[in-house]
């Protein structure tokens, strides 16, 4: 179930040596790593712009990436867009240089990238605190008790792990009133959640246009990173600031002055993505909702716990004993369902298990013969049952 050599694909179903499995560790979101029309949008881009631009963006850009960062713009409702090719760039560069001297407030359940980037700011002089995971009231004190001018709040979006948005609103107001600079990676949350509306089809809301929309919030003091690798199915990610921010990053970002750009091939899905999305991505929510809602009522019924609340398609399942996750492992691959397992010490003894997340470019009985194969590890005691006390639980890749 780690670091296996995928030999074949057919939609969401994968081949690994000559077993078929229903693929449940896909981050493709809406499914458009299929889709024909982003298929078919990458070779008349080749054809015009060659493989790969090579210029770091500081030399130059394509003009293609002009248009993803106005669509992109357009799209989330930002003052402005910057675009480099993925999350962990942006968070090792921006977080330093945001943070300056001052001082971090970094969710202690932070994605690692995230972490990772505090580290570096921390390397350059930055004082870092850890708040409680889901508590402003926690981030509120530590701020309080601060007297350093210079704040920066450093957390995730829709998590990684647990599948739940935060409660951005409550965390944005604690920032604003302490006069911090709230940075939040949503780079499970764009794609898939977006404003709500009369129009929408589902809870996700419409658009996908990330967690600042969904919640309600607007952008002031609020920094939104996230990426296209994962719903857009792209190597590409973005960092939606106010201008002067972004003309301060143009020269003092590494990866904008330093990095080669990403593959043409990403930046044509990445617009040939945004096409896709205005024209069937509320259907694709709707259907990849109705997916989940599939997944979670049958774990319901079969009373397996999970600490998603959301609704969203990041379902973490906990062991009942961490030792067991070979053998849980080994169940689910004979079974044919191919999920991404959190062993220790990946993750705290407490929360090991394994994550099912689902696309659009799932099917119906994909998600039956997963929900099969939890029954059998449910049968065989391996699970927690709903009632049983979940602890939070890592955010993982
Ligand atoms: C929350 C979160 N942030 C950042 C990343 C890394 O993104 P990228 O591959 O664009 O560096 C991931 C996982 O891929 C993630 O889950």
Redesign the pocket.
Known sequence: MMDAVIDEIDGRMIRVGDRWLADFAS?NYLGFDLDRDIIEAVPPALDTWGTHPSWSRLLGSPILYEQIEERLTGLLGSEDSLVL???????MSVIPLLAASGTIFLDERA?K??YDGCQAAKARGAAVRRFRFEDPDHLDQLMAAERDPTRLVCM??VN?MTGNPPDLVAFADVARRHGALLYV????GFGVIGERGPGETSPYGMRGNSIVRHAGESYDNVILVA?F??SYSS?L?FIACPTEIKQMLKVAASPYLYSGPSPIASLATALAGFDVNELRGDALRARLHALTTRLLDGMARLDIATPNRSGLPIVEIPLRDHRRIAEVGRYLFDQGVYVTLAAYPLVPKAEVGFRVQLTAANTEAEVDTALAALEGLAERGLLRAAGDAIGTLT???
Request: aromatic residues 0%.
């Open positions: 981050c090719p993925t999350i962990t760039h942006i968070h994605h990238t995230i995730d979006g990684s990676d949503d780079a499970h990426g690798s994962k190597l990610a955010p993982g890749a």
